[in-house]
T-cell receptor, first 114, second 122 residues
C-alpha cells in the first residue's frame, strides 16, 4: 500500500516554462512534507518543505503548495532551467510523537529541454 | 557546508559474501537513518538511530542485516550473507532532531542525505 504516490514517472518541460510536479498521500497522520531532488549516482538533496499548518511555501524559483483536504501537494519550478533535470521525490512525515520517519514517493524524472 | 559522508561509493560483491557500509552524519545531528533505494523506487527506511540507540529497525531484515552506532556518531550497516536481491543504493541520512516531541516542520526535522553506496551483488 503506497502511502505517498507520484503518478507521473516523467515530465518534460521547455526551458523557461513552469514545471509542476504532483504528489498524493493517503495517510492523514502526515503533517510535514518535503521535496528532494536526486541526480544519478548521488544522494537526494533537500529542496523545500512545508508544514501542514501552511498551504504554500516559497523559496526562490521553487514553490510547494499543500491541499490538505485533497491530500495533495505540488512543486512548482519557475522558470525551469536545464540544471533542474533530475528525479524529484516527494516525502511525508507523520505527526509529532512518532519517530519522524519519511515515507517517499517513487519519484518523477523531470527533463528540462533547452 | 557540512555534509553526510558515506563510503565506499561503489561496492561489487558476490552472493554469500559479507559487505559493510559506513556513514558519518553531519556534526551535531542526533538522528541517523539508513535507507535502501531500489532503481525506480523511492528510498525505504531500514533503521533509525537516536544517538546510539535504535529507534526503529522494524524494516531491517535482521537475519542478514545489522546496524550499529556505538558512540552515537558514525554508523555501520552490514549485510551477511549478501543476496542478489540486495543490489541497490544504500543511503544514509541525518537530522538534528532530538526526541520525538516538538513542533512539526521545524528545521530539525529535515533529513540530509549522503551520496550513497551503490551495491551490486553478482
Amino acid at each position: 500500500d503506497q502511502q505517498v504516490k507520484q503518478n507521473s514517472p516523467s515530465l518534460s518541460v521547455q526551458e523557461g516554462r513552469i514545471s509542476i510536479l504532483n504528489c498524493d498521500y493517503t495517510n492523514s497522520m502526515f503533517d510535514y512534507f518535503l521535496w528532494y531532488k536526486k541526480y544519478p549516482a548521488e544522494g537526494p538533496t533537500f529542496l523545500i518543505s512545508i508544514s501542514s499548518i501552511k498551504d504554500k511555501n516559497e523559496d526562490g524559483r521553487f514553490t510547494v503548495f499543500l491541499n490538505k483536504s485533497a491530500k495533495h501537494l505540488s512543486l512548482h519550478i519557475v522558470p525551469s532551467q536545464p540544471g533542474d533535470s533530475a528525479v524529484y521525490f516527494c516525502a511525508a512525515s507523520p505527526t509529532p510523537g512518532s519517530a519522524r520517519q519519511l515515507t517517499f514517493g517513487s519519484g518523477t524524472q523531470l527533463t528540462v529541454l533547452p | 557546508e557540512a555534509e553526510v559522508a558515506q563510503s565506499p561509493r561503489y561496492k561489487i560483491t558476490e552472493k554469500s559474501q559479507a559487505v559493510a557500509f559506513w556513514c558519518d552524519p553531519i556534526s551535531g545531528h542526533a538522528t541517523l537513518y539508513w535507507y535502501r533505494q531500489i532503481l525506480g523506487q523511492g528510498p525505504e527506511l531500514l533503521v533509525q538511530f537516536q544517538d546510539e540507540s535504535v529507534v526503529d529497525d522494524s524494516q531491517l531484515p535482521k537475519d542478514r542485516f545489522s546496524a550499529e552506532r556505538l558512540k552515537g556518531v558514525d554508523s555501520t550497516l552490514k549485510i551477511q550473507p549478501a543476496e542478489l536481491g540486495d543490489s541497490a543504493m544504500y543511503l544514509c541520512a541525518s537530522s538534528y532532531q532530538r526526541g520525538t516531541s516538538g513542533t512539526s516542520g521545524s528545521k530539525g526535522d529535515t533529513q540530509y542525505f549522503g551520496p550513497g553506496t551503490r551495491l551490486t551483488v553478482l
